[in-house]
């Protein structure tokens, strides 16, 4: 069994910044041997991916958020975080923390940025 608690979502003017973290909830060994990413969701549209980390510590970005957003991971603690600067109003939305080794899903945060 795997929980997935996300944190730090808020309200945020255009230009500032806000730092999500993921809590995972699983034994040690199996978050660090996996890739963890990060979606986000807008009413009406599909999630979107917006950034992935692999067990190395490799990471991949959306291009809308390239050069904006970076996503770490604790494998100490077993959280993932996604550092947000520059945000722009089209940020905002539900973002979610996801495991895809367990198909498993964070209840999401909201993030509302404002012009």
């Known amino acids: 069994q795997v929980q997935l608690v996300e944190s730090g979502g808020g309200l945020v003017q255009s230009g500032g910044s806000l730092r999500l973290s993921c809590a995972v909830s699983?034994?040690?060994?199996?978050?660090?041997?996996?890739?963890m990413m990060w979606y986000r969701q807008t009413p009406g549209k599909s999630r979107e991916m917006v950034a992935v980390i692999t067990s190395t510590g490799s990471t991949n970005y959306a291009n809308s958020v390239k050069g904006r957003f970076t996503i770490s991971r604790n494998n100490t603690r077993n959280t993932v975080d996604l550092q947000m600067n520059s945000l722009k109003p089209e940020d905002t939305a539900v973002y979610y923390c996801?495991?895809?080794?367990?198909?498993?899903w964070g209840q999401g945060t909201q993030v509302t940025v404002s012009a």
């Open positions: 699983v034994s040690d060994s199996d978050f660090r041997n996996y890739p």
């Open positions: 996801y495991w895809p080794q367990r198909s498993a």
